[in-house]
């Protein structure tokens, strides 16, 4: 007789049962282990292969075989897998996959800017060490300031294309920030920019933004960048009660002019899948007119007032002046960005801007930095 420990799942209507390494008992699906039978997967393609939408019949086990190293089914559909003991592991709780981009937040104040994380552009074009380094400044801190960039349009793509693709707007790939005759919008004027979040009429606003000082030589004009992380998690220590307000009620957004009408409807504090802040929606200028009831407005303003005071006061809020020649890379979703005015005939000002999307440069982050379901 074979003297190495062969058992048998415990097989139910559903799914089985098998002991863990641990001796703990563990409950399996069978439409889960027969997906994910790890024939499932296309080791070239590293995309699932199999379809299970293909089975004439759900799926049973015939037979099964629980050993130390695993679990072994033969299946009703005539397939027989194998399920390493590690792998039922790591799916037997129901713990979401672990994500090496779901760092922890490091919140910010208004004396960080000579901490800001800096690299040149030539670093970051050429070395991934610094690629990693400045990923991670973005995901804890999401905010950076990259020194050294061409004078040129295809030196901020250039940039964009280390973490992503530049990802387009309702108003373009690109936007230049400079006075114009006819404004259509508060920043192509030389007046004051409140701190804001960019473009909250989108469906989804742009994640990463990036602006890339070309000339600066006016007047005025001093750069202000918040973290609304830190404020907001201030907010939820001072007023929990208006915190749960502008963290669950929707809020109207718009962006309009003779060809277009966006709207969306977004939160003020936004809360990550873990409940913490992960940033904010906020823009004096493109907030609509709000058509809550006019009840919750009892409600609703003494809170959004006393968070957006709050979000201005000089515990969070950076003040510098971006140099020609620097980009400063932020979280759009997370970082409060504005203008002091500034004197339109004293000199030149002009800032390149552009977005990058928050997804993908997560994704540059993992692939970087951890060894994924199939890369070697
Ligand atoms: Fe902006």
């Known amino acids: 007789m074979d003297m190495t420990i062969e058992k048998t799942a415990e097989l139910g209507a559903s799914g089985l049962t098998l002991d863990l390494a641990s001796g703990k008992p563990a409950y399996f699906n069978y439409y889960w282990l027969r997906d994910n039978c790890p024939t499932s997967f296309n080791t070239t393609t590293r995309e699932r292969s199999f379809d299970i939408f293909h089975l004439s019949e759900a799926p049973r086990p015939l ?17 027989s897998s194998h399920y390493p003991m ?14 090496p981009a779901d760092l922890p937040r490091k919140a910010w104040y208004g004396d960080h ?13 050429a070395d991934k060490t610094k690629v990693r380094a400045w990923l991670e400044a973005m995901l804890v801190e999401g905010v950076s300031v990259v020194t050294g960039m061409p004078d040129s349009n295809e030196g901020l793509t250039q940039l964009v294309n280390v973490m992503g693709q530049v990802r387009p707007t309702f108003f373009g790939d690109y936007f230049d920030v400079k006075t114009h005759i006819k404004p259509t919008n508060t920043a192509y004027t030389s007046a004051a920019l409140e701190l804001h979040t ?30 609304g992380v830190a404020a907001a998690n201030d907010f939820r220590k001072i007023d929990p009660e208006g915190f749960r307000i502008l963290s669950e009620t929707d809020v109207p957004f718009y962006c309009e002019h003779d060809t277009y009408d966006m709207r969306s409807r977004q939160r003020i504090i936004e809360l990550d899948q873990h409940g913490e802040v992960s940033g904010l929606t906020i ?8 058509d809550l009831p006019q009840t919750e407005m009892d409600r609703f303003y003494p809170a959004f007032c006393a968070f957006g005071k709050l979000l201005q006061s000089d515990r969070y809020i950076m003040r510098f002046t971006l140099q020609a020649g620097e980009c400063i890379v932020f979280d759009n979703h997370r970082i409060v960005h504005g203008r002091a005015a500034y004197s339109a005939t004293s000199g030149e000002r002009y800032l390149r801007g552009c977005y990058a999307d928050r997804a993908e440069m997560r994704s540059t982050w993992r692939a970087l930095v951890s060894e994924g379901r199939f890369r070697a």
């Open 86 to 99: 590690e792998f039922l592991e790591q799916y037997a709780s129901g713990t979401l996959r672990h994500d």
């Open 113 to 125: 800017y000579p901490d800001v994380a800096r690299f040149t552009h030539a670093e970051l074009l």
């Open 63 to 79: 037979s099964t075989v629980v050993t130390s190293a695993g679990l072994d089914v033969a299946w009703n559909d005539g397939h």
């Open 283 to 290: 823009s004096q200028h493109m907030l609509d007119i709000i």
């Open 198 to 227: 960019d473009t909250p009429a989108e469906e989804h606003a742009p994640g990463v933004q990036f602006l890339h000082m070309r000339r600066n030589s006016v007047e005025g004009g001093r750069n202000l960048f918040g973290d």
